[in-house]
T-cell receptor, first 113, second 112 residues
Framework: ETGVTQTPRHLVMGMTNKKSLKCEQH?????MYWYKQSAKKPLELMFV???????ENNSVPSRFSPECPNSSHLFLHLHTLQPEDSALYLC????????????FGPGTRLTVL | EDKVVQSPLSLVVHEGDTVTLNCSYE??????LLWYKQEKKAPTFLFML????IEKKSGRLSSILDKKELFSILNITATQTGDSAIYLC????????????FGKGTLLTVNP
């Protein structure tokens, strides 16, 4: 059972919809990450939060808006997405002592119509 | 630009076979290399390698790192159908902000 949970597990939305992805970690970590996994492409880092502060924004379009209210919760707000944004969105967390060892959630499979 | 290349991209074997998965990298300020296994859910951690030539082993899986030649291999002996998954290689390093750079993964299918 993973210590990182994500909801919803599947999401279908139209290009004009607004939705949010949620991630929660129960591992006492202080860093959280959003990754995008598309078919036949490597995992792409989107955002990094350390102690609730955003430390990385990997040139992600503004239609993706992250929010980190505390060290245990991370959101990804979505609006006016494009069909090419359809992918698996993975959340991960890590501790300050070992940022390289990241624990992943099960992901949200997003389909944009 | 940092990059991680895995080969092969896909592999089909029979139960009992031994497989070797490859990962080569070009990453600024290399710190460590990680292997993950991804089934239809979260990638799960297998190994972290930081030193050359020291084999990490867990059951039928083992991995080794060569920092001079910039690659790592993941070996699976006596494969089972439950080993079917995508195996991801990632390298921790980077410029001003360290991050994990992932390869595309190797899709392993083990047939009974």
């Amino acid at each position: 059972e993973t210590g990182v949970t994500q909801t919803p597990r599947h999401l279908v939305m139209g290009m004009t919809n607004k939705k949010s992805l949620k991630c929660e970690q129960h591992l006492g970590h202080n860093a959280m990450y959003w990754y995008k996994q598309s078919a036949k492409k490597p995992l792409e880092l989107m955002f990094v939060y350390n102690f609730k502060e955003q430390t990385e924004n990997n040139s992600v379009p503004s239609r993706f808006s992250p929010e980190c209210p505390n060290s245990s919760h991370l959101f990804l707000h979505l609006h006016t997405l494009q069909p090419e944004d359809s992918a698996l969105y993975l959340c991960a967390s890590s501790s300050r002592d070992s940022n390289s060892l990241q624990y992943f959630g099960p992901g949200t499979r997003l389909t944009v119509l | 630009e940092d990059k991680v290349v895995q080969s092969p991209l896909s592999l089909v074997v029979h139960e009992g076979d031994t497989v070797t998965l490859n990962c080569s990298y070009e990453v600024t300020n290399f710190r460590s290399l990680l292997w993950y296994k991804q089934e239809k859910k979260a990638p799960t951690f297998l190994f972290m390698l930081t030193s050359s030539g020291i084999e990490k082993k867990s059951g039928r899986l083992s991995s080794i790192l060569d920092k001079k030649e910039l690659f790592s291999i993941l070996n699976i002996t006596a494969t089972q159908t439950g080993d079917s998954a995508i195996y991801l290689c990632a390298v921790w390093g980077g410029g001003s902000n360290y991050k994990l750079t992932f390869g595309k993964g190797t899709l392993l299918t083990v047939n009974p």
